[in-house]
C-alpha cells in the first residue's frame, strides 16, 4: 500500500461516533472536519472539531446522504481523507468510489470489498467458497415467491426472509409456515427497497436457540488479525442494546474456530481496515455459521477496545495511511470483561415508542473502568430524524461478575432529564438473573421485556 500522510480528516457521520473519531483523529495530530445538519448545529461533535460546516437541512438524504455535499466540503476545507464512521454512507461503495476517484483517502476497505461483501448474497457464495460454514438457506436471489417456498420447504420452517443488501438487523422477517412466507414476501421485498434500494432477497434458516456472535478484525491488505469476539445477542428486532467481550459460555474449541475462521476470511479477501464478521452459534448443535460481514466500525467497538487496550479507530487512520499493523496476532490478548449498553430515545412506559426533546439535564457515570461515548451537550434537541442512540455506557473489570456489579452502579448514576430514555429498564436487565448467569439469546430480550411489561399489545 503506497504511504499517504494524513493531515486533515472530515468526518462525515455525527453523534457519539463522530465525536470518537474526532478524538482519535487529535490524539494523532490530525486536524477534524465535522459536517452538521440543521437539526444537529448545537451537537458535540460540531463543537469538538476544528472546524465545522453545515451540509444540509435536517433529513439525511439532504445532508449525511449527500455524497456530493461531502466531497466538496472536504476539498473545500481542504481535508486529505474522510472517515464515514457507521451507518449513513460507511458501507457505500460509490462513495469509497468517489471519495478516491476525487483524489481523498477514504478511511476504510476498498470499494471492491464493500462492494462484494455488503451484498449478502454474494458473500455467502464468498464464503463458501473458503469452506466456512453458512446459515443454511439460498445462496441466490428468490425472485419468486415460488422459489422461496422451495428454500424454505428444503431446509425447514422457521425461516428469514432478508434483505440482501441490508445490515444493522434490518430487512428481515420471520416465516413459520407456507402461509406466513406467502402473506410476507411482497412486504418483505417492498421493505427491503425502501431501506436499500434494492429488492433483492434470500431466504435462510432460522435458528431459535442461537447466540450472536461477532469477531473484530483488523487489516492492511497483507496482514490480518482478530481482536477475539463480542456477543451481541441482547437485541430487540434484531437492534443490539447489550453487548458483551469476551462472549459468555462460550465452549473454547468454538472460540477458537471461529477465531480463525474470521481470521481465514479477512485474508481470503485481502481485507484492509477495521471490520467485523458474524456469526450465529446455534447453542443446541454446537456449531457456529457465518451470517455476515460488516465492512466498517462497530458501534461496540468499544468493549473489545478495553479488553485488548487496541485503540480501534486510530489503527483504522493508520492503515488509510499506508502503514502496515503496529501489532501482531501475538499482541493480542484477553484482558478482563467489558460489557456495553445502549442508552435510546425511546419510552418504556409507550411500547418503547421513539423520543424526542431537549435535554435539559445530563448525568454521566465516572471512576474506575467506566466509559461513556457519547455526542450530545445540554439544551440539544434530540431530533426525530436519525436513530435514536443517545450514549453507549462502557464498562471493564477483571472479571464479568465484576464487570456486571460495576454496569449496575454505572447506570445508578445516570441521568438524562427533557426526554424519555430506556435506563430504568437497563437498570433492572443489568439485575437480571438470565443476563448475569450469562444464559441467554437472540430471543432473550424481546421475551424479557414481555415478560417485564415493557411491550403492551396495541388495540387494532
Request: proline share 3%; hydrophobic share 45%.
Given at each position: 500500500m503506497k504511504a499517504a500522510r494524513i493531515s486533515k480528516i472530515l468526518v462525515a457521520n455525527?453523534?457519539?461516533?463522530?465525536?470518537?473519531?474526532?478524538?482519535?483523529?487529535?490524539?494523532?495530530?490530525?486536524?477534524?472536519?465535522?459536517i452538521y445538519s440543521d437539526a444537529d448545529r448545537d451537537a458535540l461533535h460540531v463543537k469538538m472539531a476544528d472546524e465545522s460546516v453545515r451540509i444540509g437541512p435536517s433529513p439525511a438524504k439532504d445532508s449525511?446522504?449527500?455524497?456530493?455535499?461531502?466531497?466538496?466540503?472536504?476539498?473545500?476545507?481542504?481535508?486529505?481523507?474522510?472517515?464515514?464512521?457507521?451507518?449513513?454512507?460507511?458501507?457505500?461503495?460509490?462513495?469509497?468510489?468517489?471519495?478516491?476517484?476525487?483524489g481523498l483517502i477514504f478511511i476504510g476497505p476498498s470499494a471492491e470489498t464493500i462492494r462484494?461483501?455488503?451484498?449478502?448474497?454474494?458473500?455467502?457464495?464468498?464464503?463458501?467458497?473458503?469452506?466456512?460454514?453458512?446459515?443454511?438457506?439460498?445462496?441466490?436471489?428468490?425472485?419468486?415467491?415460488?422459489?422461496?417456498?422451495?428454500?424454505a420447504d428444503a431446509i425447514g420452517y422457521p425461516v428469514l426472509i432478508k434483505a440482501a443488501a441490508g445490515g444493522g438487523g434490518r430487512g428481515i422477517r420471520i416465516c413459520n409456515d407456507r402461509q406466513d412466507l406467502q402473506n410476507q414476501w411482497k412486504i418483505a421485498r417492498s421493505e427491503a427497497y425502501s431501506s436499500f434500494g434494492s429488492n433483492e432477497t434470500y431466504v435462510e434458516k432460522y435458528i431459535k436457540n442461537a447466540k450472536h456472535i461477532e469477531v473484530q478484525i483488523l487489516g492492511d491488505g497483507v496482514h490480518q488479525i482478530h481482536l477475539l469476539e463480542r456477543d451481541c445477542s441482547i437485541q430487540r428486532k434484531r437492534q443490539k442494546v447489550w453487548e458483551e467481550a469476551p462472549a459468555p459460555i462460550l465452549p473454547g474449541d468454538v472460540r477458537a474456530a471461529i477465531h480463525q475462521s474470521a481470521v481465514d476470511i479477512a485474508r481470503n479477501i485481502h481485507y484492509s481496515g477495521a471490520g467485523t464478521i458474524e456469526y450465529l452459534f446455534d447453542t443446541d448443535e454446537n456449531r457456529f455459521y457465518f451470517m455476515e460481514m460488516n465492512t466498517r466500525i462497530q458501534v461496540e467497538h468499544g468493549i473489545t477496545e478495553e479488553i485488548t487496550g487496541i485503540d480501534i479507530v486510530k489503527e483504522m487512520i493508520k492503515i488509510a495511511e499506508g502503514n502496515e499493523l503496529s501489532i501482531t496476532q501475538q499482541d493480542v490478548a484477553s484482558r478482563g470483561a467489558s460489557i456495553q449498553v445502549r442508552v435510546i430515545a425511546e419510552d418504556p412506559e409507550n411500547n418503547l415508542l421513539p423520543n424526542i426533546g431537549k435535554i435539559s439535564r445530563m448525568n454521566w457515570p465516572s471512576g474506575p473502568g467506566v466509559r461513556v461515548d457519547h455526542g450530545l451537550s445540554v439544551e440539544y434537541f434530540v431530533p426525530p430524524y436519525y436513530d435514536g442512540?443517545?450514549?453507549?455506557?462502557?464498562?471493564?473489570?477483571?472479571?464479568?461478575?465484576?464487570?456486571?456489579k460495576r454496569m449496575a452502579?454505572?447506570?445508578d448514576e445516570t441521568a438524562i432529564e427533557g426526554l424519555k430514555t430506556n435506563i430504568k429498564l437497563l437498570q433492572a436487565l443489568s439485575i437480571d438473573d438470565g443476563i448475569m448467569a450469562g444464559e441467554f439469546n437472540t430471543n432473550y430480550f424481546e421475551d424479557w421485556l414481555r415478560d417485564n411489561g415493557y411491550l403492551k399489545k396495541v388495540r387494532s
Open positions: 455525527r453523534g457519539e461516533i463522530a465525536v470518537r473519531v474526532i478524538r482519535a483523529a487529535k490524539e494523532l495530530g490530525k486536524k477534524t472536519v465535522a449525511y446522504l449527500s455524497m456530493g455535499g461531502i466531497i466538496s466540503a472536504a476539498k473545500d476545507f481542504g481535508a486529505d481523507a474522510i472517515h464515514p464512521g457507521y451507518g449513513f454512507l460507511a458501507e457505500s461503495a460509490e462513495f469509497a468510489d468517489t471519495v478516491q476517484s476525487e462484494s461483501m455488503g451484498n449478502k448474497i454474494k458473500a455467502r457464495e464468498i464464503i463458501r467458497a473458503a469452506g466456512v460454514p453458512t446459515v443454511p438457506g439460498s445462496a441466490i436471489s428468490s425472485d419468486s415467491v415460488e422459489d422461496a417456498l422451495d428454500t442512540l443517545l450514549a453507549k455506557i462502557i464498562v471493564h473489570d477483571a472479571s464479568r461478575i465484576d464487570a456486571l452502579r454505572a447506570l
